[in-house]
């Protein structure tokens, strides 16, 4: 959420920046005038409750002198009535305020690229040598249904289109990568968590998830009160929800291997074969909480972390500065990580690591005292280090032989427990 005295005082700065993402200037004007109006109410309501405090004391002061007070009785039973009215004009008028700002997404960080959608992104840098093969490529879910490792069809049977069984040696690389990936975030300094995987939606407002992405949202409930996390995300930045973190913590940093569910509401016929864009996958999360100007510093080790375990798997990758039309909406700043995907040509996002700056701990109430003892937001970061399900399917492709086997990435050997993936046993 946005800090209501920066949109009052800085009101055509901040609709030039939300301009740039989507936002009409109109909305703006509209939450300041809600805003203006709430205040001039408050106004008049505490000069009416200073009114009452005289009246009441010249009732009473009637009343000892034994005088006639049922002239001032009847003022105050009018001022009474007026500032109960104007409470509730209040209360309403906080309620549509609230309503609007959630659903303004964060001020972008003024280094990013303006445009309208991912064709204005910024590439960084790129690491690893693009694979050449002596045969045409197959697509990863291609080798793993010939391999007998990835089952789309039972998955579609049993739960519907964009699920899948991960069989055997499937199963067994899929464990494989993230354990790693665990292992080396605990390396960098993460501390490992276990979240719920289940979110009272308090936690999805917290993160920005709602209520812009409430049909994205798998809900369930009696009152549809409870949401499956789409990201490990939500649970870990909530973690210290209404809370005051002790400074000397900061940066606190977790990691968190979670099942991700998504109904994926917004990209009918995209990736509908593969691992690529599920209902359900498995995602091993960054999230940083750091003092406001440690902030961008963080962005930046929180990408290199993303980009070690590539470089450590030797999977080309590059990295992308996302434009204010292609960042999500909670991000203040947005690197992508992509990597290569031989059987498509092209570099596909397998961990996005964002700066939310205070937007997350304004909505979430996550704060801590600075040197003077004053109460800041933190600032929050999240990255995924990385989509599990991606980094399977990116192994297969950049690591198939002619013979349809798979060799291990050298790394994971220990965690796989062999040097490639042969045909399995049909079931």
Do not use: C
Not at 74 to 81: D, R, T, W, Y
Not at 378 to 386: I, R
């Amino acid at each position: 959420m946005l800090d209501m005295k920066l949109i009052r005082h800085e009101t055509e700065q901040v609709k030039e920046r939300l301009a740039t993402r989507g936002v009409a200037p109109e909305e703006v004007d509209a939450l300041v005038a809600d805003d203006a109006k709430r205040r001039e109410l408050l106004v008049q309501t505490e000069e009416l409750k200073a009114r009452r405090n005289t009246v009441s004391d010249q009732i009473g002061l009637k009343k000892r002198q034994k005088e006639d007070a049922s002239d001032v009785i009847a003022e105050m039973q009018q001022v009474s009535a007026t500032i109960k009215e104007l409470d509730e004009q209040v209360t309403a008028l906080d309620k549509q305020i609230k309503e609007r700002a959630l659903h303004f997404p964060n001020l972008p960080n003024e280094t990013i690229p303006v445009g309208p959608d991912e064709d204005s992104n910024r590439e960084e840098r790129k690491w690893g040598e693009i694979p050449s093969f002596d045969f045409t490529p197959k697509a990863h879910f291609e080798i793993g249904e010939d391999l007998g490792i990835l089952d789309f069809e039972r998955g579609a049977k049993v739960s519907g289109a964009r699920f899948v069984y991960y069989v055997g040696q499937g199963a067994r690389l899929e464990r494989a990568v993230y354990n790693f990936m665990l292992d080396e975030h605990q390396k960098e300094g993460y501390k490992e968590m276990i979240t719920p995987y289940l979110v009272k939606d308090e936690a999805m407002y917290g993160t920005g998830q709602y209520p812009k992405f409430m049909d994205d949202a798998y809900r369930v409930g009696t009152n549809d009160d409870m949401t499956l996390i789409p990201t490990a995300e939500v649970p870990l930045t909530n973690y210290f929800r209404e809370e005051v973190i002790d400074a000397d913590k900061l940066p606190y940093s977790v990691t968190a291997l979670s099942p991700a569910f998504r109904q994926e509401a917004g990209s009918a016929g995209r990736d509908t074969r593969g691992l690529i864009r599920m209902h359900q996958f498995n995602k091993v999360e960054m999230v940083k909480f750091t003092k406001q100007e440690d902030s961008y510093q963080a962005l930046e080790d929180m990408t290199v972390n993303a980009e070690s375990l590539l470089k450590k798997l030797n999977l080309p990758y590059h990295v992308i500065t996302l434009s204010t039309g292609d960042m999500g909406f909670s991000a203040a700043k947005t690197y992508d990580v992509e990597v290569w995907m031989p059987q498509q040509d092209i570099y596909r996002e397998i961990s996005s690591v964002s700066n939310t700056e205070a937007f997350q701990a304004r909505r979430a109430r996550i704060q801590y005292r600075d040197e003077n003892g004053k109460l800041q937001f933190a600032h929050t970061l999240n990255g995924s280090g990385l989509a599990v399900g991606r980094t399977v399917a990116a192994i297969l492709e950049n690591y198939q032989n002619q013979d349809g086997t798979v060799t291990i990435p050298e790394v994971l050997r220990p965690y796989f427990g062999a040097d490639k993936i042969v045909p399995e046993d049909s079931l």
